[in-house]
């Protein structure tokens, strides 16, 4: 099945590839390799989603914070693809940071968002490796961050 016949099928709504506000680029290709550069957590009517995990947002809650950052990247990757998402061989590494207490402990389980969306759109090409990191801020005091790095064909 085409990627976009499983979003379809998903009935996922991509949201618009932001541009960055730095001194940086959204996305990169190098060789075969298309890195994203950290998509924070923004909800469907483009508010951040803020706030510490494990204090102002319980871990399902960060989850689905997750699956927006998810959202974003599968977005940024589609436009460094020229709308053509069939180029993407695989996704071979995502890193979460989550912005969370200093005793919250479940980091891994919020960013399972990000990771079960690739999977869910990718299928085994989207199973890849990851980290999940605890921080004690993210910029705009928003709750997840997640960037990836893919394999283009």
């Not at 402990?105 to 399972?112: A, R, S, Y």
């Not at 490796?129 to 893919?150: M, Y």
């Amino acid at each position: 099945m085409k990627i976009e016949d499983r979003i379809k099928q998903l009935n996922i709504n991509l949201p618009d590839a932001n541009a960055p506000v730095g001194s940086y680029v959204a996305t990169k290709i190098s060789g075969n390799l298309l890195f994203i550069s950290g998509q924070i957590s923004i909800n469907e009517n483009g508010e951040l989603i803020k706030g510490k995990v494990g204090k102002d947002l319980t871990t399902e809650d960060a989850y689905k914070a997750a699956e927006r950052c998810g959202l974003s990247i599968v977005a940024q990757a589609k436009k460094a693809c020229n709308e053509d998402l069939s180029k993407i061989k695989s996704c071979v590494k995502l890193t979460g940071f989550v912005n969370s207490t200093e005793d919250f402990i479940d980091q891994p389980k919020v960013i399972n968002g990000a990771s079960d969306l690739i999977t869910s759109i990718f299928g085994d090409a989207g199973m890849h490796t990851r980290a999940a990191v605890s921080t004690n801020s993210l910029p705009l005091g928003v709750s997840v961050e997640v960037d990836a790095i893919f394999e283009l064909n």
